[in-house]
């Protein structure tokens, strides 16, 4: 009977939240709020549907687990030493100054020095789930606001730990010896964890593969994800960590991306629990009897969050923007606090009304933490660009007192450094094109200052810094930066300042492609598109298609597949820098004369070929047949397949001819 009461439980639940998600989707809210809305009207202090409350709560923490997994392991062991600065650094400063401004504040209305440092843990932590899972579908963990909130991400979820060792003490009933015996057991099965990344983890993946069994490999992840857990919780860490940490270690692997694909199906079925089992908790009526001064909790725990944020990301010298939009991305109160409130409970730190107090402000935080996200990229944007806030800069921004070296005309402008700006510049140099870089981390621009690059500091979203980089006199403009409201920003002021601006933008998916042409952009890249461009084209090339065939087939993809890349259709617009590529002096190449080609019925004599290309023809196939070293009165037909060899640029050349009936240059 049990059983029939969870199975009903749990159609109510699939059933609201598929109406409510489905209602809000309409309108263009995320489904987090979807989730939250959904658990707040099934609960107890709703319309009561819901009854066995434990089971949701125990399928809710396997979805943050599953979450938290799936995050590790797409962010790699070399990505957070990389971050230490941000998990540490930042991530220390921002919870202690939250810690310690809350407790302050809470002390003059509490009057208890205890309760009031307990209520700066409960604010101290954020939402790792709900501002994860954001930045994530909003592909924005790889931008620089998204790495410094999911350093502070991490270290809070590392806080979890002392915070609840502190609860005896506070209360009155242990000792420091205790907290530091645990403490220690924490971080030794940390370091067993991330040690056994590098030599266990793979090694025994590679066996398990071995045995190529996809129901062994699937329940190996598995036993991995929840028993690192498990094993961390056994030593006091939480359950979110210890998944983070379990991703973190396969991430070492070459077998991660399958690992990925495994758990996916499970992370977004439970997923969603998690956040109803949030919203159930709410109690609506107290609310509704105390709103205005639940709305004034909230508005100053987010005011809060939001200076102490904004705090320990200017003091560690991060760009003023971004330090505002990480800021506003962490105002809310985190899942784990709920954890830390229950146990506060328990032990008398806060009572009953307090415990209510805390539920309804936090749910509340969580709430509008996808409405605060997405408007922080153009409030960060406003605000940095205020004449006061822009004093508080600390690092070297391009500026109206710096020089550049030289006036420079018809140059390009590259924003970003990444590997596809450094390509970029290196294609530049070679090709004796003037260029100049704009870079938002310091530490890059200082290291490639000191190699002669011409890079400065500062952001492209401001328009009196691209003019000081010229943009009134450059040719073309290119934005490699993985930061998407950024690039729309950039885009949107680059159009404005010059309208006769080529723009180029990369962007990684191919549905950002409209929004940026609308904004002005002339050509929108998207890597997830032009990686299976380059697969197929490798692909064909295997099988001897001929060179203009898969031009064409690439031509056709990408008119259907986005409307960035219109091809012209004369062969002149088309920029070749084929000189300077690695390649050899001499190459091969085949080419199909069509039913619209104009050298039909033309002879290699009438075309002066070789003259007007410098390539040679040594094959021709017809109907099956090889013509060797053919007579130059040899007259092309419809389904010729032309072997051209000489110089890359030559058979360039020979190719256009061939399909256009005109020589380049």
Not at 167 to 189: E, H, Q, R, V
């Amino acid at each position: 009977m049990h059983e029939l009461v969870f199975l009903k439980s749990l159609v109510i639940i699939l059933g609201i939240s598929a109406i409510v998600i489905f209602a809000l989707g309409r309108i263009k809210i995320p489904s987090i709020v979807g989730f939250l809305l959904a658990g707040m009207l099934l609960g107890p202090h709703g319309l009561n549907f819901i009854e066995d409350l434990t089971t949701i709560q125990t399928f809710s923490e396997i979805g943050v687990i599953l979450l938290l997994f799936t995050i590790g392991i797409e962010f790699s062991m070399s990505r957070f030493l990389k971050m230490r600065l941000e998990v540490f650094g930042i991530g220390g400063l921002y919870v202690l100054m939250t810690v310690s401004l809350t407790a302050l504040i809470s002390y003059q209305w509490l009057g208890d020095a205890n309760t009031a440092v307990f209520t700066g843990f409960l604010v101290g932590l954020s939402s790792t789930a709900i501002v994860m899972k954001l930045l994530s579908d909003r592909a924005e963990i790889d931008t620089p606001h998204g790495r410094i909130s999911v350093g502070i991400l991490i270290f809070q979820d590392l806080c979890l730990v002392p915070f609840m060792l502190f609860i005896p003490i506070l209360s009155g009933g242990g000792g420091m010896s205790d907290l530091i015996l645990t403490f220690g057991k924490a971080l030794a099965i940390i370091a067993v964890v991330l040690l056994s990344a590098r030599w266990i983890i793979p090694n025994l993946l590679h066996q398990i593969v071995r045995a190529r069994n996809r129901e062994l490999f699937v329940i190996s992840i598995l036993i991995m994800c929840f028993g690192i857990a498990f094993l961390t919780s056994e030593f006091g860490l939480s359950l979110a960590l210890g998944a983070f940490l379990a991703g973190l270690a396969i991430s070492e692997s070459e077998y991660s991306h399958e690992a990925t694909s495994t758990i996916l199906p499970f992370k977004d079925s439970f997923n969603g629990l998690f956040f109803i089992s949030v919203g159930m908790l709410m109690d609506t009526s107290f609310f509704i009897n105390n709103t205005l001064y639940v709305l004034s909790l909230v508005f100053g725990i987010i005011i809060i969050k939001f200076v102490t944020g904004f705090l320990s990301m200017y003091l560690l010298k991060r760009p003023l923007r971004t330090s505002i939009q990480s800021s506003m991305d962490l105002g809310q109160v985190g899942e784990f606090s709920f954890v830390l409130a229950v146990a506060g409970l328990s032990a008398g730190l806060i009572s009953n009304d307090m415990y209510q107090w805390f539920l309804s402000a936090s749910v509340f935080t969580m709430l509008l933490t996808p409405f605060i996200m997405k408007i922080s990229p153009f409030v960060s944007s406003r605000l940095s660009s205020h004449k006061i806030l822009r004093r508080l800069e600390r690092h070297k921004e391009l500026s109206e007192h710096e020089e550049i070296s030289e006036k420079r005309r018809s140059h390009v402008i590259i924003i970003g450094f990444g590997l596809n700006g450094r390509n970029l510049a290196r294609v530049l140099r070679e090709a004796d094109i003037s260029y100049l870089v704009l870079e938002f981390n310091a530490d890059t621009v200082r290291e490639m200052k000191k190699q002669g690059e011409p890079i400065y500091y500062g952001d492209g979203t401001k328009g009196d810094v691209l003019l000081r980089l010229g943009i009134k006199t450059a040719r073309v403009m290119v934005i490699a930066i993985s930061d998407p409201a950024s690039c729309r920003n950039i885009v949107t002021t680059a159009r404005r300042q010059n309208p006769e601006l080529f723009i180029i933008v990369r962007t990684r998916y191919a549905s950002e492609v409209d929004d940026l042409l609308k904004l002005g952009a002339d050509e929108v890249i998207p890597e997830e598109f032009e990686t299976s461009v380059e697969i197929f084209s490798r692909v064909l090339g295997r099988y001897q298609i001929p060179k203009n065939e898969i031009f064409n087939f690439i031509d056709m993809i990408r008119e259907d597949g986005y409307r960035a890349l219109r091809q012209s259709k004369t062969a002149t617009r088309k920029p070749l820098f084929d000189k300077y590529a690695v390649l050899s002096d001499i190459a091969l190449e085949v080419c199909t004369i069509h039913d619209t080609s104009p050298v039909r019925g033309k002879s290699i004599e009438d075309l002066r070929f070789r003259t007007k290309t410098g390539a040679t023809i040594i094959v021709i196939e017809r109907e099956n047949r090889m013509h060797t070293s053919p007579d130059p009165k040899f007259s092309f037909k419809t389904g010729d397949i032309v072997f051209i060899t000489g110089k890359r640029e030559d058979i360039n050349k020979a190719i256009v001819y061939l399909t256009e009936g005109k020589v380049d240059g």
